[in-house]
């Protein structure tokens, strides 16, 4: 298949995808909002993607060079920036310490393999303390919502969807769990945020 070719078939398969999230987040949004049921259906409907890895390899999305690097691939997001998803390609040796998203994520398992520790909603107040833990990897992934809490552990490196309720730049206010201090403080996301979406006519990014 040809770059070309293979951009196409991708954008497909990504707008379906996305296009079936969208649904239920707007089913779930009719009922009050989302919950653990809607989040579990959005992370079927993702590894059904990831079997396409033929369309997501590491030639299209380049992980990073540097170890403990990580590259955000934005390949979808609707106008609103209310519906975002990402390809996330981590350097080896990759961590990063209990923190919040403040909207609700879902993450699976493209290449390699990340330990994902759940910690349960956040209290901002006193250490969080695990609840399980799950190794995202091919076939695997796990759901928060927008107050649960987890930290990651990757070595060697790792490619995943990363799902998200609001675009990364929205993601204002986040808390990590700061050990060395035993306190609750900002977290700054330094990841690199690439745009990796199709361009319709005129400049426009689609998705």
């Given at each position: 298949m040809?770059?070309?070719?293979?951009?196409?078939?991708?954008?497909?398969a990504v707008a379906d995808a996305m296009d079936d999230i969208a649904r239920v987040d707007a089913h779930c949004r009719e009922r009050g909002g989302i919950d653990r049921t809607g989040l579990e259906?959005?992370?079927?409907?993702?590894?059904?993607?990831?079997?396409?890895?033929?369309?997501?390899s590491d030639e299209d999305f380049p992980p990073p060079q540097a170890a403990g690097a990580s590259i955000s691939y934005r390949i979808a997001?609707?106008?609103?920036e209310e519906l975002a998803l990402y390809i996330q390609s981590v350097g080896?040796?990759?961590?990063a310490p209990p923190h919040e998203h403040r909207t609700w994520a879902v993450i699976v398992g493209m290449r390699g393999r990340e330990l994902n520790r759940l910690y349960g909603p956040c209290a901002s107040s006193g250490e969080p303390q695990v609840q399980h833990e799950v190794a995202v990897e091919r076939g695997t992934g796990v759901t928060m919502l927008s107050d649960d809490v987890h930290s990651i552990q990757i070595e060697g490196a790792a490619t995943n969807f990363h799902c998200y309720g609001l675009a990364l730049e929205r993601l204002d206010g986040r808390l990590f769990w700061h050990a060395r201090t035993a306190q609750w403080q900002p977290f700054i996301d330094d990841s690199?945020?690439?745009?990796?979406?199709?361009?319709?006519?005129g400049g426009r990014a689609n998705w």
């Open positions: 040809s770059n070309t070719d293979r951009a196409v078939e991708r954008a497909a259906r959005i992370k079927e409907r993702l590894l059904r993607l990831a079997e396409r890895d033929d369309l997501f997001q609707n106008d609103d080896n040796g990759t961590s690199q945020i690439v745009e990796a979406r199709p361009t319709a006519p």
